[in-house]
């Protein structure tokens, strides 16, 4: 297997245990971590590799800001964002911010391992 492959299954690998290591709860919020993991994993690529944003990404961050119909669930998909990010290694947060723009769309927030959740609306 060469390198790329090795970095693919990887990437895969890391995307696994990160989903494994969120928390399997909710708290009132529609939005779970899970659903927020299953919808970015695409944009992983992008975040931690450049190159091209995946089309699936941007229908993940647009199935997301659908589903985020409240304060609540702003909150806590900004939270799952927050701390899935903090577990990825390599993962450049200036490029995790360009994804928005280049699925035409925006974030209300810039996504950093210091993001104060609680001011999302």
Excluded: W
């Excluded at 089309?55 to 927050?82: F, H, M, Q, V, Y």
């Excluded at 903090?86 to 994804?99: F, H, M, Q, S, T």
Aim: glycine share 10%; proline share 6%; hydrophobic share 35%.
């Amino acid at each position: 297997m060469g390198r790329s492959g090795k970095a693919k299954v990887g990437l895969m690998m890391l995307l696994l245990t990160v989903s494994m290591l969120l928390p399997r709860h909710r708290v009132g919020a529609a939005i779970t971590c899970e659903q927020v993991t299953y919808l970015l994993i695409p944009c992983i690529s992008y975040g931690v590799f450049g190159g091209t944003v995946a089309p699936s990404c941007c229908t993940g961050i647009k199935t997301l800001d659908a589903a985020a119909k409240t304060t609540e669930d702003r909150r806590k998909k900004c939270n799952c964002i927050k701390e899935g990010a903090a577990k990825i290694p390599g993962l450049n947060y200036d490029r995790v911010n360009e994804i928005p723009a280049k699925c035409g769309t925006t974030c209300p927030y810039k996504v950093t391992p210091d993001v104060d959740c609680s001011k999302v609306n």
